[in-house]
């Protein structure tokens, strides 16, 4: 797999329509009423399925319906995905929480040691947690594409053996490089989410309009151009 090009396709791809990334922003933007949140979660996931199928294109804004119902399959996915590393962490926190209270009402001379074992509690839960999320989600990208290779079924995203099959197709190392650089372009886009937060007003419109859709739909692409190379190799 050719990591360079795979990046620079992907960073090309939402360019190629700026009106659609406008429409996608406009989602984001109003995504507060639930239903555009879904209706975003859809698009991006249209938008993996045709680069899976081969399609180039920015994918049209049509047929909302099957747009918002993808919507509601990637959020029930993710969701049995990662509720159990939420309710680990939840669980810290919950946990640290009560027992800070709890002491600081009882007014113990153990309040110092106490609190350090209440945050080390916590920081361990979300040591835990957090990483359970990440092994979790090595899984749950490949198989967020499985379920877009076939249109939508949302089975398929919980075909660990296929999904295993995939990523050793695709090489473990190959997918960990890929997945580095999926981090450090966020990483790069924060930055300049940053520079443009600091700009009243202007600066939030572009971030919700432009750049988050942005990243959105480069991601989609360099997830969909992934898999296929895993798909090439099988």
């Known amino acids: 797999m050719d990591i360079g090009y795979l990046t620079s396709d992907a960073m090309k791809y939402p360019s190629q329509d700026w009106k659609k990334i406008i429409i996608l922003g406009i989602l984001i933007l109003t995504s507060f009423l639930?239903?555009?949140a879904f209706l975003v979660m859809g698009y991006v996931f249209r938008a993996l399925k045709w680069s899976i199928a081969g399609v180039d294109q920015l994918p049209d804004f049509d047929e909302w319906g099957e747009m918002f119902?993808?919507?509601?399959?990637?959020?029930?996915?993710?969701?049995?995905?990662?509720?159990?590393?939420?309710i680990i962490i939840?669980?810290?926190i919950w946990a640290s929480i009560g027992s800070l209270v709890a002491l600081g009402a009882s007014g113990n001379d153990l309040m110092p040691a106490a609190a350090f074992s209440a945050f080390?509690?916590?920081g361990g839960l979300l040591i835990i947690g957090l990483a359970v999320a990440v092994i979790l989600g090595v899984f749950f990208t490949i198989g967020i594409?499985?379920?877009a290779y076939?249109?939508?079924?949302?089975?398929?995203?919980?075909?660990?053996?296929?999904?295993?099959?995939?990523?050793?197709?695709?090489?473990?190392?190959?997918?960990?490089?890929?997945y580095i650089m999926m981090i450090i372009l966020g990483m790069i886009m924060g930055a300049i989410a940053g520079v443009l937060g600091l700009i009243?007003?202007?600066?939030?419109?572009?971030?919700?309009?432009?750049l988050y859709p942005y990243i959105y739909l480069l991601y989609a692409r360099a997830l969909g151009l992934?898999?296929?190379s895993g798909l090439k190799i099988k």
């Open 69 to 86: 119902t993808d919507g509601l399959k990637i959020f029930a996915v993710e969701l049995v995905y990662f509720i159990v590393p939420f």
């Open 90 to 92: 939840f669980l810290g």
């Open 34 to 36: 639930i239903v555009p």
């Open 145 to 147: 594409a499985n379920m």
């Open 200 to 210: 009243p007003i202007l600066g939030w419109a572009l971030i919700v309009l432009v």
């Open 226 to 228: 992934l898999f296929v």
């Open 150 to 178: 076939y249109n939508s079924e949302i089975g398929a995203a919980f075909r660990f053996r296929e999904i295993l099959n995939t990523i050793n197709a695709i090489g473990w190392v190959d997918y960990i490089i890929w």
């Open 120 to 122: 080390s509690l916590m």
